[in-house]
């Protein structure tokens, strides 16, 4: 068996990927997905495809090279850890799921507990003794590691690769808690660490909130140039140096956009800032469509000047990097304790007060007076039109006075219901 082309993303996902070699925290050289020249199988994919070229500083890597890399890294070495160990065939979620750890941990994890209840048959064991299994570095727990652990025992147990073909959050545990950031940690410290040393020149990969191997690299590189003890770990010293870096300016250079200028930022970035804006409190950015229109940007303005950052209206990385750290806004207290009648000119109440007059004529019509008032769980107002047309269908045989009245309560009742939804939507700020 080999490694899925699922399987295969899932790794990387978690790995992340350094086109250039660096030294990594015990000085092994490093490039891609955390390759090294003490595997022999590395050794023989860069002489058959990089042929004549030194590994060693300056050497350089593709993302489809790495990609290439991995999966003869798994045909030849990893994978074949796990064939050798099994000596059977399993599905091919259980193969992923066990050969994810073994890259990272090596194939020595095979000689523990969680590899034997696979080895038995017992899936669900192997589950929930691997994640307790190698989520420590120099006895601290990483919320990194914890993360990937649950991951990989869902995907042993239930197929299901997290990040790939579905999310499933994980509590994560502070990653600032010791006052040390490594790699494998995620969380918000992180991203503003992310942050800063892209402002710096140091770091090129994604905005996110992961302390993968390219942080890990910058972070060294930062060290090196700062005579720090290059460790790879943000600690106290590295982070104040950064600090002081960011603070006489002398090193720092502007975040990269995350598209050259002459080139349009995809849909897809554009959707991911409508969704954190969402998130973070910003309902009039409107639909989370990756139009980058008016609404985007004015709601993109509204949290720049929230927190304190240049009002610019654009999507870039720091901006990314700072919706994903960023707390959620804060409501006022005007709109906390808003009511109906305060958003009487809101299109969303209109529509429900319009509804309920119109439920009010008919009822009126039919000689049934009095109001039919309840309370319930109504998310908009299609499921009240869909319900209404489903009582009108029930009542029809009845009587057409009778239909008519039922048709103008419940035209009331959900009017009223959505009215309700929307200013409690106001009054948490999910609602412009």
Known sequence: MNLSTKGAAFVRLHEGFVASYYLDPVAVGTIGVGFTWSSQAFRDWWAKNKPGKTFGPGSTMTRAEADDALLFLFTEEYGKAVNDFLKKEVPQHVFDGTASPVYNLGPGSLKWKWAAAVKSGDFAAAARLLEKTGTTAKGKKLAGLVRRRKEEAMVIEMGIYTGVDRVVEVAKPDAMADGILMRGEQGPAVAALIRDLHA?????????????????????????????????????????????????????????????????????????????????????????????????????????????????????????????????????????????????????????????????????????????????????????????????????????????????????????????????????????
């Open 200 to 432: 710096l020149g140091f770091y090129k990969g994604a905005m996110d909130d992961l302390f993968g191997y390219g942080t890990e690299a910058a972070v060294l590189d930062f060290q090196r140039k700062h005579g720090l003890k290059a460790d790879g770990y943000a600690g106290p010293k590295t982070l104040a140096a950064i600090r002081d870096a960011l603070g006489d300016g002398s090193n720092t250079k502007p975040p990269l956009n995350l598209a050259p200028a002459d080139m349009p930022i995809s849909t897809d970035t554009i959707r991911s800032v409508q969704q954190l804006l969402r998130d973070r409190g910003y309902p009039e950015v409107g639909n989370v469509d990756g139009f980058m229109g008016n609404r985007t940007r004015n709601a993109i303005l509204a949290f720049q000047a929230d927190n304190d950052l240049k009002l610019t209206g654009e999507i870039t990385d720091a901006l990314l990097a700072d919706l994903i750290k960023a707390p959620q806004r804060e409501v006022a207290a005007s709109r906390a304790t808003a009511t109906e009648k305060d958003l009487k000119t809101s299109p969303s109440v209109q529509m429900g007060d319009t509804l309920k007059k119109v439920g009010g004529a008919v009822i009126a019509i039919s000689g049934v007076g009095g109001v039919l008032e309840g309370s319930g769980d109504v998310s908009d107002m299609i499921t009240g039109i869909n319900k209404v047309k489903a009582l009108w269908e029930a009542v029809a045989s009845v009587s057409p006075w009778l239909l008519g009245a039922a048709a103008g309560g419940a035209a009331i009742y959900f009017g009223s219901r959505f009215i309700r939804e929307q200013v409690q939507a106001y009054r948490e700020g999910r609602h412009v």
